[in-house]
């Protein structure tokens, strides 16, 4: 078990492009997560997906915001028309949807996201 | 979005001695949960705590779950160079997984 791995770590893109971060989960975890935090801040909720089905999204996705998790393994996060306040690092996490595990999340090393 | 107290926020302590820090909420949660994060790396779970009341160890981390279940508190003892680092409080009402994180706590340690 390799962990939850994300990539890129890193990505800068101009004001207006789109950018897309991939998350592998870990691959007995059936949830899956992104979280967004941005400097001096914790992590905030922005969706989460139960195998393939995204179950709830948090106001903080916008509409240039779009997660998929096809097959109910890897998950994309795009934005779309990037801009500034996008700039932040972008988590993934995975955990088991059942039992005590449930909110015990196992998180990515994070894609940090820069907009210039 | 909304977020839970945590504090300090900062603290700077010789080598060796004892850290405390605690979090606060203004509704219940169902579990508590600590993490710690390294400068360009993700959260990495420490301790994780379901019952109001319950106390936790991990090595030299003890951690526990508040009677009203509003509040909880790590506890680091002997503190050690590679303590250093951003910890963060977690909790939820709910078992989706949809965590609230507190601003965290910056610790450094002075060797």
């Known amino acids: 078990d390799t962990g939850v791995s994300q990539d890129p770590r890193h990505k800068i893109t101009k004001r207006g492009q789109n950018v897309t971060f991939r998350c592998d989960p870990i691959?007995?975890?059936?949830?899956l997560y992104w979280y967004r935090q941005t400097l001096g801040q914790g992590p905030e909720f922005l969706t989460y997906?139960?195998?393939?089905?995204?179950?709830?999204k948090s106001r903080l996705l916008s509409d240039r915001f779009s997660a998929e998790r096809p097959k109910g393994s890897f998950s994309t996060l795009e934005i779309q028309r990037t801009e500034q306040g996008d700039s932040a690092m972008y988590l993934c996490?995975?955990?088991?949807?059942?039992?005590?595990?449930?909110?015990?999340?196992?998180f990515g090393a994070g894609s940090r996201l820069t907009v210039l | 979005g909304q977020q839970l107290n945590q504090s300090p926020q900062s603290m700077f302590i010789q080598e060796g001695e004892d850290v405390s820090m605690n979090c606060t909420s203004s509704?219940?949660?169902?579990?508590w949960l600590w993490y710690k994060q390294d400068p360009g790396e993700g959260p990495v779970l420490l301790i994780a705590?379901?019952?109001?009341?319950e106390l936790t160890s991990n090595g030299r981390l003890t951690a526990q779950f508040g009677i009203t279940r509003k509040d909880s508190f790590l506890n680091i003892s002997a503190s050690i160079p590679s303590d250093v680092g951003i910890y963060f409080c977690?909790?939820?009402?709910?078992?989706?997984?949809?965590?609230?994180f507190g601003q965290g706590t910056t610790l450094q340690v002075k060797p």
């Open positions: 996490a995975s955990s088991l949807g059942t039992g005590p595990g449930a909110n015990v999340l196992t």
């Open positions: 691959s007995e975890h059936n949830r």
């Open positions: 997906f139960q195998n393939e089905a995204q179950l709830e």
């Open positions: 509704s219940i949660f169902n579990t």
């Open positions: 705590l379901y019952k109001a009341g």
């Open positions: 977690a909790g939820t009402s709910s078992n989706t997984g949809k965590l609230i």
